[in-house]
């Protein structure tokens, strides 16, 4: 399973940098193995690249496998989605500039409204004139600050919308397995350029 798992995130990795989501060794993703484990990108990979060394498996307290690289500095975030919403098995994390500009746009809301674009289908909103808010959290330098606003927000609130979106960062998506994060991570791109376009 780890490397059908490492597989997958490798083929999607390739795609997302392909898109510009993942330069300059920025973004990463991970899958999980079981209930107390999950496979991550290792820091400071080219996410065009992968291989199977590329990869830490690490524990939902963010602690590495001896022998393995050491995981991206922001595995912190991925133990907190998986530590509290247990039927997620994928997070991916990439730098979308459209994600990034509507964040800034809509900083004083705290969230960016996307509503009645058929796209919205694809993280699970399928009625007429659907209307989802993809809520944004605040980006500290400070990672462990970084998960506690996270930690907020999923503590917080009911968790609809399978993503968050860091102020000017990118965001975090999951869903069931590496197939479902891809999809939810590729719908908000869609969804936040056609929001940054339709507003120029």
Known sequence: ???TLRAALSRDAADL???GWLLGTSGNLSARIDHERFVITASGRHKGRL???DFVVCDLSGEPRPGDPTPSAETLLHCAIYARLPDVGAVYHVHDPHAALCSDRDAAAGHTTLADVEMLKALGFWDDGARVDVPIIPNPAHIPSLRDHLVDHLDGHDVFVPAVNV???????WGATPFDAMRHTEALGYLFEYSWKQRE
């Open 51 to 53: 291989t199977r060394e």
């Open 1 to 3: 399973m780890d490397d």
């Open 167 to 173: 102020l000017r960062h990118g965001t975090y998506a």
């Open 17 to 19: 940098y392909a898109l």
